[in-house]
């Protein structure tokens, strides 16, 4: 089994950044690919980036050129930057990891799921 612990979320203002962290503990070693989705009130969870063992990244169109996935291999840690947010960047926002490499963009590929940390982005 894994499991995920997010941190890092929190209030800030519209323009503002967060980092938020993802710590992976466990059977670490069948790991791959880890990712970050988001869930708005009343929205279905969608992609937000994901990231393979060796650094290839893939991100959603609303968060690219603002938003940088990034992982500590070493230290079970997966990070996301996030610059210049916008109010409707506001949900919950879950990390996830899957065994596979392949940066799979769909909610129900990834097997492990962490419990969630709140954004909230104020205008």
């Known amino acids: 089994q894994v499991q995920l612990v997010e941190s890092g979320g929190g209030l800030v203002q519209a323009g503002g950044s967060l980092r938020l962290s993802c710590a992976a503990s466990?059977?670490?070693?069948?790991?791959?690919?880890m990712g970050w989705f988001r869930q708005a009130p009343g929205k279905e969870r969608e992609f937000v980036a994901a990231?393979?063992?060796?650094?290839?990244?893939y991100y959603a169109d609303s968060v690219k050129g603002r938003f940088t996935i990034s992982r500590d291999n070493a230290k079970n840690t997966v990070y996301l930057q996030m610059n210049s947010l916008k109010p409707e960047d506001t949900a919950v926002y879950y990390c996830?990891?899957?065994?596979?490499?392949?940066?799979?963009?769909?909610?129900?590929?990834?097997?492990?799921w962490g419990q969630g940390t709140q954004v909230t982005v104020s205008s």
């Open positions: 996830a990891a899957r065994s596979g490499g392949y940066l799979y963009t769909l909610p129900n590929e990834y097997a492990y």
């Open positions: 466990g059977r670490t070693f069948s790991i791959n690919t």
């Open positions: 990231i393979g063992r060796t650094g290839s990244t």
